[in-house]
């Protein structure tokens, strides 16, 4: 297991290298790892910080406390836009949008390791990396729909490409957990291990990456981005466009005052 040295720690987010590894630490354990606008500002810094290092040869991104990330905090998410409501687009394309752009074209293997929930743009950061190995007691949620809103953060390509339209339209109209063991069967994810064995699996893996030919690692990715995620930034851009309709609409308010009052939201399809 690599020794870990913290190198940088950022306002929300631990950057860690050992043996070749760098390790981006997610760091809101209070709120379980949920984006607000500093903690978008510091993982774009680590992701491109790590991007740019010739000794880093594989990348891990974890989360700090109980999980991994429960995606956009709706208490501070976002600035106001010209209409009062969260400028949710403008969010997306400054500083979501080069994060998965970041993680997805970087020119080395990402490792998403997840415990806990991984939710919302949580789950399309995960879904960004290239192998996702998971606890058993995790799970997996595009919990968009459940405050009125729709898949973001390249989770409309990633969530598809990887399990099919079948797969992706139930995760996305139903807003249901995915159990690890259930995300494996399904395709979603790479690996599943029990709790306890979790962290050695994945270190394990982070090893075998760093020591194996990262020009040949960053040839696949090239090779597969071109055929697997060709348009992606188009994609990109229709998602902040749509999450921009719905954040102006009656329903994502509801769903976010139901959200912060615990009760069951009362859409009005509008």
Do not use: C
Not at 128 to 135: F, G, K
Not at 233 to 245: F, R, T
């Amino acid at each position: 297991m690599p020794a870990y040295e913290l190198v940088h720690a950022y306002e929300t987010v631990n950057l860690h290298h050992g043996g070749g590894v760098a390790k981006i630490e997610l760091n809101r354990p209070e709120t379980m790892n949920a984006w607000n606008t500093q903690f978008g500002l510091d993982l774009l810094a680590a992701v491109q910080r790590v991007a740019a290092d010739d000794d880093v040869r594989a990348v891990q991104v974890v989360g700090a406390g109980r999980g991994f990330s429960s995606g956009a905090d709706l208490k501070q998410g976002f600035d106001p836009g010209p209409n009062g409501r969260p400028d949710v687009g403008g969010v997306l394309r400054e500083r979501y949008h080069p994060i998965i752009t970041g993680v997805r074209e970087m020119p080395k293997p990402v490792v998403a390791a997840v415990h806990g929930p991984a939710v919302g743009i949580g789950l399309s950061l995960a879904l960004a990396a290239d192998l996702i190995v998971a606890a058993e007691s995790a799970y997996f949620l595009l919990a968009f729909v459940n405050i009125g809103l729709v898949p973001d953060g390249g989770s409309s390509v990633f969530v598809p490409a990887r399990v099919g339209f079948t797969r992706a339209i139930e995760m996305a109209t139903l807003g249901e957990r995915v159990p690890a063991p259930q995300a494996l069967a399904w395709g979603l994810i790479n690996h599943v291990h029990p709790d306890d064995a979790f962290e050695a699996e994945a270190e394990a893996l982070m090893e075998r990456l760093a020591a194996g030919p990262t020009a040949s690692y960053a040839g696949t990715k090239r090779q597969l981005n071109a055929r697997v995620y060709a348009g992606m930034a188009e994609q990109l851009e229709l998602e902040a466009s749509i999450q921009e309709e719905m954040a102006g609409s009656d329903d994502f308010l509801e769903g976010v005052t139901a959200f912060v009052q615990k009760r069951e939201a009362r859409f009005q399809g509008r």
